[in-house]
C-alpha cells in the first residue's frame, strides 16, 4: 500500500500563491506517476497535473497551465504543486494520487487539502 499526506492548503486572496505538498509513505518504488486533482463543491473532480515519478515528464490541465507546478523531491518522497497567480475558480479540495502502472487507474488518494481563493 502507498499512504499519501496532503499539507499547504489555507485561505488566500487573487493573484496569491500556495505551495502544495504530498508526502508519500509505504511501497513507493511501487508508484508509476503522481498526480494532483481537485474537486469543488458540487462539481466533478477533475484532473490539476501530474509527474513520472522516477522521470521528468509532466502534464498539466489547460485551467492551470502556465500557473501552476507540480515537481518531486524523491529523498523526501514528495510531491509538490505550486500555485502562483492563484484565482477564485481555484478553490477546491486538492487531492494527491498514485499511479502504479501507465493506463492503471490511480489508486491511492490522500486526504485532501482545502484551498480557498478569495476575491
Known amino acids: 500500500q502507498v499512504q499519501l499526506v496532503e499539507s499547504g492548503g489555507g485561505l488566500v486572496q487573487a493573484g496569491d500563491s500556495l505551495r502544495l505538498s504530498c508526502a508519500a509513505s509505504?511501497?513507493?518504488?511501487?508508484?508509476?506517476?503522481m498526480g494532483w486533482f481537485r474537486q469543488a463543491p458540487g462539481k466533478e473532480r477533475e484532473f490539476v497535473a501530474a509527474?513520472?515519478?522516477?522521470?521528468?515528464?509532466?502534464r498539466y490541465s489547460d485551467s492551470v497551465k502556465g500557473r501552476f507546478t507540480i515537481s518531486r523531491d524523491n529523498a523526501k518522497n514528495t510531491v509538490y504543486l505550486q500555485m502562483n497567480n492563484l484565482q477564485p475558480e481555484d478553490t477546491s479540495v486538492y487531492y494527491c494520487a498514485s499511479q502504479p502502472r501507465p493506463g492503471y487507474p490511480y489508486d491511492y488518494w490522500g486526504q485532501g487539502t482545502q484551498v480557498t481563493v478569495s476575491s
Open positions: 509505504g511501497r513507493t518504488f511501487s508508484t508509476y506517476k
Open positions: 509527474i513520472t515519478w522516477t522521470g521528468s515528464s509532466t
